[in-house]
């Protein structure tokens, strides 16, 4: 069975609402145009919904021909855009100047919506469907806002579901992985107090470059000899500022910030402790001393549930063919807050691809936060099947 008949049917509706959104985008907190759009979406189908969840986010119910399974599923989209300045030159492009749709949440939110469509034309199933439409994935942690406010307490789910479209894998190939499959993504800052003073003499300073660079050299040990070669992290020192300007002169400080991933919670843990650590004591031995600061809101791992991937693959098989389902995905330290959901509830998330390797310009082709980037509307009927076959064959109607 390919895509679902009904859904396919709809498929040109489909991306018309994702092309609208895609030149109406906000970002963090601030998703109004999508917002009302999915709201009214819901209200025209007839799908009762709660709104003002972390602010803009949405949760939507549909009941099954029958529910006294008393099972309940949760498929979520995220509706946020980014602070980028669009050249996709598509005809359909961004009218917020400086914001853009450039990884597709336009279209993870015309998935659902059009899954919601099939699901409450059809009703084929006995139990609920909880549609999550969610604020702020870029960099807002909107996952845990609406965990917060009480998702799964007024909405509960036995498993929750996702996707993201996937530029770097051709359209009609599905990829998953059982355990991690994106990572944790936290932010430091790291404040290097010295004494500053003439260049020449620095024996009269107490110097911060030298003490910073000493820190940025200790802190790869961290992967490289304290977290086991078999597990994963990255710590990278993205920006390092000191000095004056003046070659000739020592300056008071040095600031310096970046980012660390892993695949599992301890891992992230034991990671930003060594960071504070070695910053500290390395600041300490070269007599300056180092402020360390872990930005709050970090993202957990998104760690998918074995069962979750057992579901997630039979769905996907029937949808887009087994030899196109991979299962043993290598996972990316990129990061998602799908990962909040994941650690309270089993499930999955899983990369449908949209590549189109025969057409070298598409821009489905260009990778995710690209100006140049475009969701692919052909992913719109594979991932809303996908959720749909997820539906009807967890809550079966016959059984
Ligand atoms: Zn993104
Ligand atoms: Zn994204």
């Known amino acids: ?45 007839g799908i009762p919904f709660k709104d003002g969840i972390a602010v803009t986010g949405i949760v939507a119910t549909i009941e099954g021909q029958k529910t006294d399974s008393g099972k309940a599923i949760g498929l979520r989209a995220d509706m946020d855009a980014l602070d980028i300045i669009e050249d996709s030159g598509v005809p359909y492009a961004s009218k917020n100047p400086g914001k853009m749709h450039a990884c597709g949440h336009d279209g993870h939110t015309s998935t659902l919506l059009s899954a919601a469509k099939y699901l409450s034309e059809n009703r084929n199933f006995n139990g609920k469907v909880h549609l999550i439409f969610q604020p702020a994935e870029e960099g807002g942690g909107g996952a845990y806002k609406m965990i917060e406010e009480g998702l799964f307490k007024d909405f509960p789910c ?78 990278t020192v993205a920006n390092f500022r000191g000095g004056t300007g003046a070659h000739n002169i020592i300056g008071e400080k040095v600031v310096m910030n970046g980012t660390v991933r892993a695949f599992r919670q301890e891992t992230r843990e034991f990671i930003l402790k060594r960071v504070r650590e070695i910053a500290e ?75 189109m390797p025969d057409d070298e310009k598409s821009p489905h082709n260009y990778g995710l936060h690209s100006p140049y980037y475009d969701f692919n509307d052909e992913v719109l009927p594979i991932g809303a099947s996908y959720f749909a076959t997820l539906v009807e064959d967890y809550m079966p109607l016959d059984k």
């Open 158 to 235: 036995d498993y929750v579901f996702g996707y993201h479209n996937w530029p770097y894998m051709p359209l009609g190939k599905v990829a998953m992985r059982k355990g991690p499959i994106l990572a944790s993504a936290d932010e430091f800052e790291i404040v290097i107090k010295g004494k500053g003073g003439h260049a020449a003499m620095p024996h009269q300073t107490v110097d911060p470059v030298v003490a910073a660079a000493q820190i940025v050299l200790a802190l790869q040990s961290i992967v490289s000899r304290n977290v086991s070669p078999v597990d994963q992290g990255v710590v």
């Open 1 to 45: 069975m390919p895509v679902i008949n009904s859904i396919a049917d709809h498929k040109d509706e489909a991306a018309g609402w994702r092309q609208e959104l895609h030149q109406n985008p906000q970002t963090s907190f601030e998703e109004e145009f999508a917002s009302t759009f999915v709201k009214k979406k819901l209200t025209e189908w």
């Open 281 to 355: 004591n390395t600041a300490k031995a070269f007599m300056t001393e180092a402020t360390v600061h872990i930005v709050p809101g970090g993202y957990a791992p998104t760690i998918n549930s074995e069962d979750g991937v057992d579901m997630a693959a039979a769905a996907a098989i029937k949808v887009a063919g087994e030899q196109n389902v991979m299962t043993d995905a290598e996972p990316t330290m990129g990061a998602e807050d799908f990962g909040a959901y994941l650690m309270e509830k089993p499930g999955a998330f899983i990369l449908i691809g949209q590549g």
